[in-house]
Nanobody
Framework: QVQLVESGGGLVQAGGSLRLSCAAS????????MAWFRQAPGKEREFVAG????????NYADSVKGRFTVSRDNVKNAAPLQMNSLKPEDTAVYYC?????????????????WGPGTQVTVSA
């Protein structure tokens, strides 16, 4: 099983950038699909970005495509999310998640392991 911890959240002005980190501990990190989700107050948790085990395939929500980039380092057991051109509507708690399966899934219910989340606030 894998343990996940996010960091790097904070307060940023619209148009700014943040880099979120997802640090994983436990065996076989390179066997997991990794994904980022977010949840704003009063809203459902939504898929943001995902990356397959080898880092060769990525998938993004339409709302972040072209602005966010997910990557992974299977040596360092990390899966960061680079966020550029941030908008106030990107404000949410961001979660790193992992699933031991083939394929990037956008349903949060299909991810077994979750970090505690990190708050991102974008001011207008």
């Amino acid at each position: 099983q894998v343990q996940l911890v996010e960091s790097g959240g904070g307060l940023v002005q619209a148009g700014g950038s943040l880099r979120l980190s997802c640090a994983a501990s436990g065996p076989s990190f390179n066997g997991y699909v990794m994904a980022w989700f977010r949840q704003a107050p009063g809203k459902e948790r939504e898929f943001v970005a995902g990356i397959n085990q080898r880092g060769s395939v990525t998938n993004y929500a339409d709302s972040v495509k072209g602005r966010f980039t997910v990557s992974r380092d299977n040596v360092k057991n990390a899966a960061p999310l680079q966020m550029n051109s941030l908008k106030p509507e990107d404000t949410a708690v961001y979660y790193c998640a992992a699933r031991w399966a083939i394929g990037i899934d956008r349903r949060h219910s299909d991810y077994t392991y979750w970090g505690p989340g990190t708050q991102v606030t974008v001011s207008a």
